[in-house]
């Protein structure tokens, strides 16, 4: 077994109540004894769609040895539990930006010569990810429907250019409607907190993805960055990171992306020292 991430439930704080059980169509979760418990590893994707809906703040994600996550297995359950429930996890796999285990629950329900209700229109695809899973990958659109006149002296100083949530790679879904011809900035999560003109020099009329090229699966940016470009219409991107080597990574990684796109969208580097200085 190899360690990766995977829920866990605090026996102590859990009451039984089940609120999480709807949220995982999986089919990882089922309440012995009183209690939710989970079932099997093979089950769990260790997304944590549950979590935002225990009021008990039960379920927390850890990283530890577990099986490794199967998701035909998981298909075999899930068929079984009809159209809303096949939908449900398609949605959620498609929210995370889990396009591996999309594609792979996609060609199961081919093979079984069952239609996938994914295959719907993207404004209901929007409209659905607005109302479930987790509260924090909720989309929100900040963006002024009417920009005044002279932008700069209608900013005061300060004040937040942040236009969407969420923010984090992992949770924007490609289809979000702010994403269509946007200039998009993503940056190493380090780079706010080091570069003191963030808002106003970087973030200003931009749409943001935040991540960590050193801790976070950067197989998932890859695939989550290509989705984008193709799904959308990207005016230009901006990579902001800092000057250490673990931040390099994603350079290579987006501009495979955007090569594979086909299309010519404008790419800009942006290299921060850790003493919070432009140098690039």
């Known amino acids: 077994m190899a360690k990766r991430k995977i829920i866990r439930i605090d026996e102590e704080k859990c009451n039984g109540c089940g609120l999480c059980i709807p949220n995982c169509p999986e089919g990882a979760i089922q309440i012995i004894d009183g209690k939710a418990r989970l079932i099997s590893d093979l089950f769990c994707d ?7 809906h225990c009021p008990q703040a039960a379920i927390i994600i850890e990283e530890r040895e577990a099986e490794e996550y199967n998701e035909r297995k998981v298909m075999e359950n899930i068929v ?24 792979e629950a996609r060609d199961f329900l081919k093979e079984k010569n069952i239609l996938a209700p994914l295959e719907e229109t993207k404004a209901h695809l929007e409209h659905a990810h607005a109302l479930s899973g987790c509260p924090g990958a909720k989309i929100m659109d900040f963006r002024k429907k009417e920009e005044p006149r002279n932008k700069e002296k209608a900013i005061s100083k300060g004040e937040s250019q942040l236009r969407q949530w969420p923010v984090q790679i992992m949770l924007v879904p490609a289809f979000a409607p702010y ?30 993805l935040v991540g960590c090229p050193k801790l976070d699966d950067t197989q998932v940016y890859e695939e989550k960055i290509g989705q984008i470009l193709k799904e959308n219409n990207i005016k230009s991107i901006t990579y902001a990171h800092m000057e250490v080597p673990c931040c390099f990574g994603l350079v290579s990684i987006i501009t495979e992306a955007i090569s594979r796109s086909g299309k010519n969208t404008p790419f800009k ?10 140098l690039k």
Request: hydrophobic letters at 40%.
């Open 179 to 208: 994403l269509n011809n946007a200039d998009l900035l993503i940056a190493a999560d380090c780079v706010p907190f080091a570069y003191a003109d963030f808002h106003q020099d970087l973030l200003k009329d931009k749409i943001l």
């Open 80 to 103: 079984k539990q009809g159209k809303n429930v096949i939908k449900a996890h398609l949605e959620h796999l498609r929210g995370h930006g889990q396009s591996g285990y999309l594609k």
């Open 269 to 278: 580097d942006i290299i921060i020292s850790i003493k919070g200085e432009k």
């Open 46 to 52: 260790g997304l944590g769609a549950c979590i935002g």
